[in-house]
T-cell receptor, first 114, second 114 residues
Framework: AQSVTQPDIHITVSEGASLELRCNYSYGATPYLFWYVQSPGQGLQLLLKYFSGDTLVQGIKGFEAEFKRSQSSFNLRKPSVHWSDAAEYFCAVALSGGSYIPTFGRGTSLIVHP | NAGVTQTPKFQVLKTGQSMTLQCAQD?????MYWYRQDPGMGLRLIYYSASEGTTDKGEVPNGYNVSRLNKREFSLRLESAAPSQTSVYFCASNPGTANSYEQYFGPGTRLTVT
């Protein structure tokens, strides 16, 4: 069965610093990959997705993610974090040809210090 | 265009009481989902409906029932609430067509069972 690992439960950064959130998946084929963001008290919003093609994908709010097949990773990055980026971030994986149901990681909570 | 809406936003139940969580989407999506979110557990799928007229169990279906009332609406029922069902519940939808794996989430229902 596919699985998604987000090894960091919490990440603390200073405003203006760069950010990288880690995501690793376990599956033989290349899955469809997603990052979602959940602001406090809100539902999840899609940040970006990777299906195929260019392994560096751009998303909303200045985020990007890079798919590395050799490392089974899909890490999320942002060059300069803003206080409004404080939220919970979820990586998700879906199988092509499947029932459109993604598997979610357990999430990483981002804390931004002024 | 409201997207995915959920009612109520908050609910407190006593053990043994029943209630129905309502979800509606106005995006003409085929597939709808119910998740629960607990601290440190990420999102866990309770039930889903791949298309109107079908429902299937997810990872944690025990204690819940669902109804796909029509293409727009997908309700989740707790027949006899238990404290272990204290959680935040999210409804999501998805076009349910080829290569449409991203999900659209509602704002959530925060349920406390005492």
């Amino acid at each position: 069965a596919q699985s998604v690992t987000q090894p960091d439960i919490h990440i603390t950064v200073s405003e203006g610093a760069s950010l990288e959130l880690r995501c690793n998946y376990s599956y033989g084929a290349t899955p469809y990959l997603f990052w979602y963001v959940q602001s406090p008290g809100q539902g999840l919003q899609l940040l970006l997705k990777y299906f195929s093609g260019d392994t560096l994908v751009q998303g909303i709010k200045g985020f990007e993610a890079e798919f590395k097949r050799s490392q089974s990773s899909f890490n999320l990055r942002k060059p300069s974090v803003h206080w409004s980026d404080a939220a919970e971030y979820f990586c998700a994986v879906a199988l092509s040809g499947g029932s459109y149901i993604p598997t979610f990681g357990r999430g990483t909570s981002l804390i931004v210090h002024p | 265009n409201a997207g995915v809406t959920q009612t109520p936003k908050f609910q407190v139940l006593k053990t043994g009481q029943s209630m129905t969580l309502q979800c509606a989407q106005d995006m003409n999506h085929n597939s709808m989902y119910w998740y629960r979110q607990d601290p440190g557990m990420g999102l866990r799928l309770i039930y889903y409906s791949a298309s109107e007229g079908t429902t299937d169990k997810g990872e944690v279906p025990n204690g819940y029932n669902v109804s796909r009332l029509n293409k727009r609406e997908f309700s989740l029922r707790l027949e006899s609430a238990a404290p272990s069902q204290t959680s935040v519940y999210f409804c999501a939808s998805n076009p349910g067509t080829a290569n449409s794996y991203e999900q659209y989430f509602g704002p959530g229902t925060r349920l406390t069972v005492t």
